[in-house]
Every structure is written in structure tokens, then in C-alpha cells.
Nanobody, 124 residues
């Protein structure tokens, strides 16, 4: 059973920063793309960012460009999401996901494994 554990969420004020981490367990995803998605109450899950297994290609939702940075450390089998200049509309539960393929994608149904999420709340 593959497990993904997210951490780093919390309650912050607008303009603050957070760094989310995701550490898969049960196996090493040495040739897998990883992504971050988020879901707010009453809304559908939406794409945030993704990174290929090599880390050389990254993809971002429009709202994340210039503010969020996805990265990975394959030696630690961990993916990160650095979030700067947070806004109240960023409030959501953030999920990491693994796609068992080299290429990344922006559709949630392309990903095979999911974590339980970590809550990010941004106050105004």
C-alpha cells in the first residue's frame, strides 16, 4: 500500500509564505511525475503544479505562476511546494499526487496515488 504524507499547512495571514512537503512511503517513485492539487469546500479539485521525475520540467496553474514553486528531491523521495504571497483565495486543502509515468499532467485523473491533504488557511 502506497502512502503519501503531506505536511506544512497551517493558518497564515495574507502575504505570508508556506512550504508544503510530500513524502511517499511504501515505494520509491524514481521514474514518476508528481503534482499538487487543491480543493476548497464546495469546489472541485483543481490543479496547482506538477513536476516531471527529472525535475527539469514544471507546470503551474495560472494562479500559481510567479508565487508558487514546485521542486523535488529524489534522494529524499520528497516533493515540495513553496507558496509565497499567499492570498485568502488560496485557502484550501492541498493534496500531493503521484503519476506512475515520466510525463506530468494537469488532470487529476492522470494521477495514481493521493495523500490525505494538508489544510492551508489564509486570513485577510
Amino acid at each position: 500500500q502506497v502512502q503519501l504524507v503531506e505536511s506544512g499547512g497551517g493558518l497564515v495571514q495574507a502575504g505570508d509564505s508556506l512550504r508544503l512537503s510530500c513524502a511517499p512511503s511504501g515505494r520509491t517513485f524514481s521514474s514518476s511525475a508528481m503534482g499538487w492539487f487543491r480543493q476548497a469546500p464546495g469546489k472541485e479539485r483543481e490543479f496547482v503544479a506538477a513536476i516531471t521525475w527529472s525535475g527539469r520540467s514544471t507546470y503551474y496553474a495560472d494562479f500559481a505562476k510567479g508565487r508558487f514553486t514546485i521542486s523535488r528531491d529524489n534522494a529524499k523521495n520528497t516533493v515540495y511546494l513553496q507558496m509565497n504571497s499567499l492570498k485568502p483565495e488560496d485557502t484550501a486543502r492541498y493534496y500531493c499526487a503521484v503519476r506512475t509515468a515520466i510525463d506530468a499532467g494537469t488532470r487529476h485523473d492522470l494521477y495514481d496515488y493521493w495523500g490525505q491533504g494538508t489544510q492551508v488557511t489564509v486570513s485577510s
